[in-house]
């Protein structure tokens, strides 16, 4: 019998356009790959994924996104929300906060191909500066 992949390793991803997929037919899919190669360089596993089409980014106004909230408050089997932006969540900081504050509270981090990038290029540079460092005797 395998064993599950650990849950560390799980995320769920969410896609969203504002306009009608007509408008923009691509759009999604344009979204999704971005998630998808977020999730394989950080060797993630999407076990979900939450699309919201014509919708703006109101909390009120985004079904999936709440249901995603709902779902990784109860089932807690994710450890990162990937969005291929902030944009895709919120609107405004307030909306913003609400949201990472849910999926904080639900055992859960938010990771875009941008706070990734950051947080890779921290990481190497923490590495390089440990490297240089001389220890005195």
Do not use: W
């Not at 650990?6 to 999604?28: C, E, F, G, Q, W």
């Not at 980014?57 to 996104?65: D, H, I, V, Y």
């Not at 906060?97 to 290029?121: C, K, L, Y």
């Amino acid at each position: 019998m395998q064993d599950k992949p650990s849950r560390t390793r799980h995320a769920v991803s969410y896609l969203r356009v504002a306009s009608s997929s007509m408008d923009n037919p691509n759009a999604i899919d344009r979204q999704r790959e971005i998630c998808q190669s977020l999730a394989h360089t950080c060797g993630l596993a999407i076990v979900r994924e939450y699309v919201d089409i014509g919708r703006p980014a109101r909390l009120s106004q985004q079904p999936q996104l709440q249901l995603l909230l709902d779902d990784l408050t109860r089932l807690r089997d994710a450890a990162f929300v990937i969005v291929p932006d902030y944009a895709r969540l919120a609107r405004d900081i307030a909306q913003m906060d609400d949201v990472s504050r849910q999926i904080r509270a639900a055992g859960a981090e938010v990771a875009t191909p941008s706070s990734t990038q950051t947080d890779m290029r921290f990481e190497q540079k923490q590495a390089k500066s440990t490297d240089e460092e001389v220890p005195n005797d």
